[in-house]
């Protein structure tokens, strides 16, 4: 058996050293690397090409239902600030291994696959790895769209919650909103329309807007302005402003009543499209499923469960619902301080964790069905 499948820091290192970062992703070439290595653990691999050297790649192993691992390949941008240890390297430095993508989540993919090469090759599991997580779950959508997904007993994602087990997470909605107006000469502005002046109105409103929604478990629905863009240079009367808006909702909203109170907001000549629209992904903590699972994880780990919810997005929120509505637990090796962060890093100690976590949440016949 190769020997990375029985390193997870190494394996950790060395998908940490794929470039994936996305846009534009690319990775295919990873993709088929980790599928070499699951065929020696037992996996039958299927490799979806969506051209333009992306790729999704599922796995599957055993007889009857098991498990199903997801996660994803592609990263997010460096970003403008030095990293002080080369991104794509895997220094090891204090116990801790840096490289963009080492909490979300290679760390979290290397530990699956180390996992699974630990238990019996009859084992039942399933493992769903996608491109473009960090873009809007467009690779989750992909294989949904065009493959016939495993069948599974629960769902654990391998996102950075430091070994925490975690029932959901919050949906998203991200908005455009646009104003048009007619340049001219920024010493006659009287002669043009100035399409920041137009959105003005609107954006004051909208800073000041709190969606009233709440979750006992999951917290407050959110209201975010996270970018503006207009004008070309400053002595020109701009003629088209953008506004992106990012909404995050709670259990029991309905996106379109979100998406309608936004509307209200918005002054007549200030136009709206969607961006993205992803549900948020809930299970009850006493569904007997996530309770077994939480009880298996709980034991590896040094410290109690203090979260039921992050606030970052998944693709669980697409696969949830197309593997029928099959319960969920997020549970990762990363830190949720440290994906996108510059000199990103994981834990050695909590991989290595990760590992005894994930072949025993494998193992356990109480999480299987024939």
């Keep these: 058996m190769n020997p990375l499948l029985q390193d997870v820091v190494a394996l950790t290192r060395r998908l940490i050293a794929f470039d994936t970062i996305n846009p534009p992703g690319q990775e295919a070439a990873a993709m088929q690397f980790c599928a070499d290595l699951l065929r020696e653990a037992g996996f039958e691999c299927h490799i ?219 002054d007549s000549d200030v136009s709206i499209s969607p961006l993205i629209d992803l549900p948020n992904v809930w299970t009850e903590p006493g569904d007997p499923w996530f309770a077994k699972a939480n009880e298996i994880a709980l034991s590896f780990t040094e410290h109690e469960n203090t979260r039921d919810c992050v606030n970052y997005f998944t693709d669980a929120s697409i696969l949830k619902p197309a593997m029928g509505d099959l319960p969920i637990m997020i549970l990762g090796p990363g830190q949720i301080d440290q994906p996108h962060v510059t000199d990103e890093y994981v834990r050695v100690s909590r991989l290595i964790e990760s590992v005894d976590i994930y072949a025993a949440l494998m193992s356990a016949g109480e999480l299987q069905h024939p």
């Design 48 to 266: 979806r090409d969506f051209g333009g050297d992306r790729a999704g790649l599922i796995g599957t192993r055993g007889a009857g239902r098991g498990i199903c691992f997801s996660g994803h390949l592609d990263t997010v941008p460096l970003g403008r600030a030095q990293w002080r240890h080369p991104p794509f390297e895997g220094a090891l430095r204090d116990g801790r291994l840096y490289g963009r993508g080492s909490s979300d989540m290679k760390g979290g993919v290397a530990a699956f696959m180390v996992a699974a090469a630990r238990t019996t090759p009859d084992t039942p599991a399933s493992i769903i790895l996608t491109p473009g997580e960090e873009t809007g779950c467009e690779g989750a959508r992909w294989l949904v769209d065009t493959e016939k997904l495993p069948a599974a007993t629960g769902m654990i994602v391998g996102e950075s919650t430091d070994n925490q087990p975690v029932a959901g997470h919050k949906g998203v909605v991200w908005l455009k909103l646009t104003s048009t107006g007619r340049t001219a000469h920024g010493a006659t502005p009287e002669l043009g329309e100035n399409a920041i002046a137009k959105m003005a109105p609107t954006l004051a409103r909208l800073c000041q807007y709190a969606p009233n929604y709440h979750h006992s478990r999951m917290g407050n629905a959110t209201c975010n302005v996270g970018t503006i863009q207009a004008g070309k240079n400053t002595n020109s009367v701009p003629d088209l402003c953008e506004v992106t808006v990012d909404l995050r909702s709670v259990s029991g909203v309905d996106h379109d009543v979100l998406i309608e109170e936004v509307k209200a907001l918005l």
